[in-house]
T-cell receptor, first 112, second 114 residues
Framework: GAGVSQTPSNKVTEKGKYVELRCDPI?????LYWYRQSLGQGPEFLIY????????DSGLPNDRFFAVRPEGSVSTLKIQRTERGDSAVYLC??????????FGPGTRLTVL | DQQVKQNSPSLSVQEGRISILNCDYT??????FLWYKKYPAEGPTFLIS?????DKNEDGRFTVFLNKSAKHLSLHIVPSQPGDSAVYFC?????????????FGSGTQLTVLP
């Protein structure tokens, strides 16, 4: 079956602009996670959805970051007033009530 | 404060030999551990996992060992193949049901030489 998909694969933007990153989880997976991976590091947790609600957003670095999952499937990560330090690979993962999370290919965000 | 540490950024092994990747953790609440493999420009791919109630889990060429008293786990790959060359991440979690954010190490680049 289809895995987790993320669009766009690459996004280049200018400092101060607004960006949206999209994640399509594996069909039927109720849990959805966003992570951010900087160069040379492992992924870092941002936010977790169970269904439509954000069950844990403790990893969001500040209030410029926001994520939604209005229908309990597709999720969008939104970053306002982007800064150069936001440049990273943004990874989405999904799971079905279990411990194993399955990751998408990521969106590489570059803020100039 | 890194709760999950992979102290070896790189490892080179000859094809056919054993690869051993190590991981240490500090948070005693972690009760589930996973290994992911990552190729360039791709997302992490789940490899193998282990619950804290076990000390070993095996899947084909891959075996994960957990030493809770030492807060240490390792991934053994035998025999190693050139296609195993990738970055390997150790991850840990705790919590109930799906509420399990993963905490990752910084990864180990494995190179299997033909």
């Amino acid at each position: 079956g289809a895995g987790v998909s993320q669009t766009p694969s690459n996004k280049v933007t200018e400092k101060g602009k607004y960006v949206e990153l999209r994640c399509d989880p594996i069909s039927g997976h109720t849990a959805l996670y966003w992570y951010r991976q900087s160069l040379g590091q492992g992924p870092e947790f941002l936010i977790y959805f169970q269904g439509t609600g954000a069950a844990d957003d403790s990893g969001l670095p500040n209030d410029r970051f926001f994520a939604v999952r209005p229908e309990g499937s597709v999720s969008t990560l939104k970053i306002q007033r982007t800064e150069r330090g936001d440049s990273a690979v943004y990874l989405c993962a999904s799971s079905y009530g279990g411990d194993t999370q399955y990751f998408g290919p990521g969106t590489r965000l570059t803020v100039l | 404060d890194q709760q999950v540490k992979q102290n070896s950024p790189s490892l080179s092994v000859q094809e056919g030999r054993i690869s051993i990747l190590n991981c240490d953790y500090t948070n005693s609440m972690f009760d589930y551990f996973l290994w992911y493999k990552k190729y360039p420009a791709e997302g992490p791919t789940f490899l193998i996992s282990i619950s804290s109630i076990k000390d070993k889990n095996e899947d084909g060429r891959f075996t994960v060992f957990l030493n809770k008293s030492a807060k240490h786990l390792s991934l053994h790959i035998v025999p190693s193949q050139p296609g195993d060359s990738a970055v390997y991440f150790c991850a840990a979690s705790y919590g109930s049901g799906s509420a399990r954010q993963l905490t990752f190490g910084s990864g180990t680049q494995l190179t299997v030489l033909p």
